[in-house]
């Protein structure tokens, strides 16, 4: 079963920031945070990671909470090719399975 | 450069027969990882290699399934006497093991349909 949880769905307008929060509370402290994005019919994509510091790169942003039991994943300026399902993953980095949940549904509307 | 491949992209079989799902990693990964993905769901681990071996194999359903990976680049998953309920997408991921962070980069899967 997956450790985290997330929203089922959520809408964004396009042009405006979204913000997909997930919990993962029982998070181990030498396991990291990551978000992969699955657009239609197409192969998981990396997004971003973070074990306790905010991560920002080309294509996101990642505010960890202090207790490290959540965090959220910011798209700036959301676009309609960010419409997809977002996965939060909890992982130590090293080569075990990694346990995908349901993800998140983000719907971009125009 | 060329990312993870994986053919066929599609394949449809009858129940009860044997079938082959093929992955090309990225040049270089050492770790490749199997997923089956249903409808509606997030993609589930089946099997893990670095190098050559299988490093755990635990989400592989039963033995009608099983997968190589004989010169640590290329690997086959194998599923016989098909069922209907292995109608999925199988996605592969591979995975640079040193240096840097750990992400995992997934082809774009195969349909596999059991009639």
């Known amino acids: 079963d997956a450790k985290t949880t997330q929203p089922t769905s959520m809408d964004c307008a396009e042009g405006r920031a979204a913000n997909l929060p997930c919990n993962h509370s029982t998070i181990s402290g030498n396991e990291y945070v990551y978000w992969y994005r699955q657009i239609h019919s197409q192969g998981p994509q990396y997004i971003i990671h973070?074990?306790?510091n905010n991560e920002t790169n080309e294509m996101a942003s990642l505010i960890i909470t202090e207790d490290r039991k959540s965090s959220t994943l910011i798209l700036p300026h959301a676009t309609l090719r960010d419409t997809a399902v977002y996965y939060c993953i909890e992982n130590s980095g090293g080569y075990q399975k990694v346990t995908f949940g349901t993800g998140t549904k983000l719907q971009v509307i125009p | 450069g060329a990312g993870v491949s994986q053919t066929p992209s599609n394949k449809v079989t009858e129940k009860g027969k044997y079938v082959e799902l093929r992955c090309d990693p990225i040049s270089g990964h050492t770790a490749l990882y199997w997923y089956r993905q249903s409808l509606g769901q997030g993609p589930e681990f089946l099997i893990y290699?670095?190098?050559?071996?299988?490093?755990?194999d635990s989400g592989l359903p039963n033995d009608r399934f099983f997968a190589v990976r004989p010169e640590g680049s290329v690997s086959t998953l194998k599923i016989q006497r098909t069922e209907r309920g292995d109608s999925a997408v199988y996605l592969c991921a591979s995975r640079r093991t040193s240096g840097g962070h750990n992400e995992q980069f997934f082809g774009p899967g195969t349909r596999l349909t059991v009639l």
């Open positions: 290699f670095q190098g050559t071996g299988a490093a755990d």
């Open positions: 973070g074990l306790k």
